[in-house]
């Protein structure tokens, strides 16, 4: 909220008299992790606010990488408003994308934010307040402590019906710390080395380990909603690649997924073709899946499924989707939050061409920083490589200090996932 203060004072100062009389009621704003995700919003908001013409938008399509684009021209004048870029700080590549404060721009702009995961995290955020010079709201080291000790009198828990003593360290190993009460927390998490690039690799190479595939098919996301955003975008960018036609087609949700990704496939700014629902994700669920598949009146890009399902934990055929992805040249993606790449092999059985994970829940396990990640399969890399380039090496969108704190949180992934195993059989056998 600061920073978004900021920006917007800061870009109302740099205006003249008469491009704020053109604007009495002000400005208001969202702030975006990088420069083409800042761009992928600007173009949205001027779509779903019907703010100008399709000459406007930086590419003729949203599944377009507009990396190469510059980023100092872009003020676009329509209908008596305005949708401005302006870059913030260029240590944490926040951008500010600008807009008229008015009620039904800034509900459109905000949904950008929900539906696509391209977000701004609290440590990249608390950097660029650094470096702006401007104030950190924040939680002391010694408040904390007495938060995490007062949670049964003086440093004691309760294990087994009894309470024993607890140390200090024990009591803060699991809280985000503010950088700058970071000397005597664990040296383990290296939590806010904004130039440890390197991390973002480590994790990659971790993750490859536990699905057995090279470090090359995985690539991170902000978040897991951006990490299905990122997908789908790939799978539009491939249809694209393969037709003359100027559309990337359908997308189908097969089966009742997490509601943000059915919004997102539903929303015609990101998909133009629309998107084909298919809520039960039962035997004739697929039946009617073929009969749109061989009608030919509606090209389908992409089939994204969730296994299991959040949260109703069904189960779909996908043996019968990958039949139907190879028969017809679509891409299956498939949501694999719930169960974890740990215990569902949905790449080494050939079955997905992509699968994304929020590795902000069982990867992580502290609650404490947001991401995503997409596996593609060894097949898919190589079929489509030139296109993984254009969509999804964005990689600065997940920023470096929230890689450390999910490298460091996830050492113990492996273990805590047969934990969850176990106690959860426990539990449905109870």
């Not at 951006?226 to 997308?251: F, H, M, P, W």
């Not at 189908?252 to 629902?277: I, N, Q």
């Amino acid at each position: 909220v600061q920073l978004m203060d900021y920006a917007v004072d800061h870009f109302q100062a740099s205006l003249s008299s008469s491009a704020s009389q053109r604007n009495p009621e002000g400005w208001d704003c969202i702030l975006l992790p990088s420069g083409p995700s800042a761009l992928r919003a600007r173009d949205f908001i001027i779509q779903a606010c019907d703010m100008g013409p399709a000459a406007l938008l930086s590419t003729r399509d949203n599944c377009i990488d507009p990396s190469h684009l510059p980023l100092d021209s872009y003020e676009i004048t329509c209908h008596s408003s305005n949708v401005h870029i302006q870059l913030i700080d260029s240590d944490t590549n926040i951008h500010a994308v600008l807009f008229p404060r008015q009620t039904h721009i800034a509900v459109q702009a905000k949904s950008y934010w929900q539906h696509t995961g391209e977000v701004v995290s609290s440590r990249r955020a608390e950097v660029c307040l650094s470096n702006l010079k401007l104030p950190i709201p924040r939680f002391t080291e010694k408040y904390i402590a007495g938060m995490a000790s007062s949670v049964v009198n003086e440093n004691t828990t309760r294990q087994n019906g009894n309470l024993v003593q607890q140390s200090e360290s024990d009591d803060l190993k699991y809280i985000c710390l503010h950088p700058a009460d970071t000397a005597n927390a664990s040296s383990s998490t290296d939590s806010y080395d904004n130039n440890n690039n390197n991390v973002k690799e480590l994790i990659k190479e971790r993750i490859a380990g536990i699905v057995g595939q090279r470090q090359e098919t995985v690539f991170l996301a902000p978040s897991g909603m951006g990490a299905i955003y990122a997908a789908i975008r790939l799978a539009r960018c491939n249809a694209l690649k393969q037709t003359s036609v100027d559309e990337a087609g359908t997308v189908v949700v097969f089966g009742f997924p997490y509601l943000d990704t059915l919004k997102m496939a539903g929303r015609r700014e990101w998909s133009p073709c629309g998107v084909e629902f298919f809520g039960n994700g039962d035997d004739r669920d697929l039946e009617k899946l073929e009969d749109l598949l061989q009608s030919s009146k509606r090209k389908v890009c992409a089939v994204v499924t969730e296994f299991p399902s959040n949260p109703l934990l069904n189960c779909h055929d996908l043996q019968k989707l990958r039949d139907l992805a190879d028969k017809y040249k679509f891409t299956l993606i498939v949501d694999d939050t719930i169960g974890n790449f740990a215990n569902i092999d949905l790449l080494q059985s050939n079955i997905a061409d992509a699968v994304c994970t929020s590795l902000t829940k069982l990867f992580n396990g502290r609650g404490d920083a947001m991401a995503g990640s997409v596996i593609l399969s060894e097949r898919y890399v190589k079929e489509n490589g030139g296109i993984l380039e254009q969509t999804l090496c964005g990689e600065e969108e997940l920023f470096c200090s929230d890689a450390s704190a999910l490298f460091a949180n996830s050492e113990d992934f492996l273990q805590r996932s047969h934990q969850i195993n176990r106690t959860t059989e426990e539990f449905a056998d109870w």
